[in-house]
């Protein structure tokens, strides 16, 4: 009721300040946080693909972009996004399906793996697409 001046008594849901951190909660984070990511690499690719069909004036500006160091670095976390996202996408699939890797330490363990993939999986691609 309004007015009454008292808090709800009911209980809040616990938060950031309560719970402990844990692989488990970072990976369901970082999981969002990646889906935007890919929301805005889809955007990065949709301009480069505008700019490609207007012309070469406007495709060079966006190859100077993407060439940048800032643009370097926003596509090396952008292939990041993409791996942790597929990865994690895999471990909620299994868990959805055959129900497997609940138990807290497998579910831990898989947390590691998927940020573990995500950085090694893309400093290889930029690696071996340095050479080419």
């Known amino acids: 009721m309004?007015?009454?001046?008292?808090?709800?008594?009911r209980p809040l849901s616990p938060h950031l300040q309560i719970w402990k951190w844990h692989w488990t909660m970072a990976g369901s984070i970082f999981h969002r946080v990646s889906g935007v990511g890919l929301y805005g690499g889809a955007f990065?690719?949709?301009a480069w693909l505008i700019a490609l069909a207007t012309?070469?004036?406007?495709?060079?500006?966006?190859?100077?972009?993407?060439?940048s160091l800032p643009g370097q670095l926003l596509l090396f976390l952008w292939s990041m996004a993409v791996l942790y996202h597929l990865a994690n996408g895999l471990r909620h699939l299994i868990w959805d399906g055959p129900m497997v890797g609940f138990n807290p330490g497998l579910a831990s363990l898989w947390?590691?793996?998927?940020?573990?993939f995500a950085i090694i999986g893309a400093a290889a691609i930029w690696s071996l697409a340095s050479f080419y």
């Open 44 to 46: 990065l690719i949709g």
């Open 111 to 116: 947390s590691m793996f998927n940020f573990a």
């Open 55 to 67: 012309g070469p004036e406007a495709y060079q500006f966006v190859e100077m972009i993407a060439f």
């Open 2 to 9: 309004a007015g009454q001046g008292r808090a709800d008594p």
